[in-house]
């Protein structure tokens, strides 16, 4: 098969500004160069360390394996702990790549509850892939709320990119029915669909999403090509439960997490790592179009563990 790569490599990623200076950090860098000042790795320390890392989202377990490799590995605490975040974190670390070797359209089916950033991921993505010479075409699915039929227009209107849409209330899987025989007879290259985003518990929802992809793969048979959940970071432990709960029902292949820039922390990445290691394709940390970002442990750790001002 030929795999499209979405997104540029890390060297030849030049955004206006690093991931460190975009992400709005809380006190975990400052503190961890604080509490390793000495150099050395005592009980209290790691005691230390188990709340830092726990007031960061990143859980009781992902925290246990931390710990665990601190007190075992090899040199400087700091360095230590470094290479644990990334090595939790490169279990996720799978971009997006897109079948290109077909003339169907590689189907995105993008999930998550409201305000999660769903819509708006949705059009950062149709951007950035239509920047790197893919044609893109929208599928306002979530036919519950006027204002995201209407916001997923706007993008589609800003980027030039076609929006399959219906009037408010309309059958969600229609409109993704629709979407698909539009696709495939234009040759499209990707097919984005929003849905609706009520509560995660919501069992109407997920039945909904269930029907929503049984006639997805009923249009095309290897459709949809990923499930793309969006977790609002700022949500914390509430984002593992969303994530747990999507997958149960309809299976996610892909994760984006958005609103890293505000009050998230950070360490839910982690969390979900450590968790329910699915792969996290993209980042949100900013309202900008690149502020979407393709996730890298790396690049994530070390805005995770800079120190305010750095």
């Not at 390793?36 to 709340?51: H, I, K, N, R, V």
């Not at 929802?205 to 269930?210: A, I, P, R, T, Y």
Request: charged share 25%; net charge negative.
């Amino acid at each position: 098969m030929d795999f499209f790569r979405f997104g540029k490599s890390r060297q030849d990623s030049t955004p206006k500004q690093s991931l460190t200076e975009r992400l709005r950090r809380s006190a975990l860098g400052s503190a961890i160069t604080r509490l390793f000042s000495s150099g050395t790795l005592d009980e209290d320390t790691l005691e230390e360390l188990e709340a830092l890392l726990l007031s960061s989202d990143i859980g009781m377990e992902g925290t246990e394996r931390i710990l665990t490799a601190v007190k075992a590995g090899e040199g400087s605490p700091h360095e230590r702990l470094r290479r644990a975040l990334c090595e939790l974190g490169e279990q996720v670390e799978e971009p997006l790549q897109i079948d290109t070797s077909t003339d169907e359209p590689f189907v995105i089916l993008v999930v998550g509850i409201n305000g999660s950033g769903k819509t708006t991921t949705i059009g950062k993505l149709a951007h950035q892939m239509q920047a790197q010479g893919l044609s893109v075409m929208l599928a306002a699915g979530d036919t519950f709320r006027a204002a995201a039929v209407e916001q997923l227009q706007v993008w589609g209107e800003r980027n030039h990119v076609p929006v399959i849409a219906q009037a408010t209330g309309a059958d969600a899987a229609a409109v993704l029915h629709d979407a698909v025989s539009a696709a495939r007879s234009r040759k499209i290259d990707v097919l984005i669909a929003d849905t609706a985003g009520r509560l995660h518990n919501h069992d109407g929802l997920m039945e909904e999403l269930k029907k929503i992809r049984r006639v997805v793969q009923k249009s095309l048979a290897s459709a949809p090509h990923e499930t793309l959940l969006v977790l609002d970071g700022s949500t914390g432990q509430n984002a593992l439960r969303q994530a747990q709960s999507f997958h149960d029902a309809i299976g996610i292949s892909g994760i984006a997490v958005t609103k890293l820039d505000g009050s998230a922390k950070g360490g839910v990445v982690l969390n979900l790592a450590s968790q329910l290691p699915l792969p996290v394709r993209f980042i949100g940390v900013g309202e900008k179009v690149e502020d979407l970002r393709h996730y890298c442990a790396a690049d994530f750790v070390e805005a995770l563990l800079a120190e305010n001002g750095a």
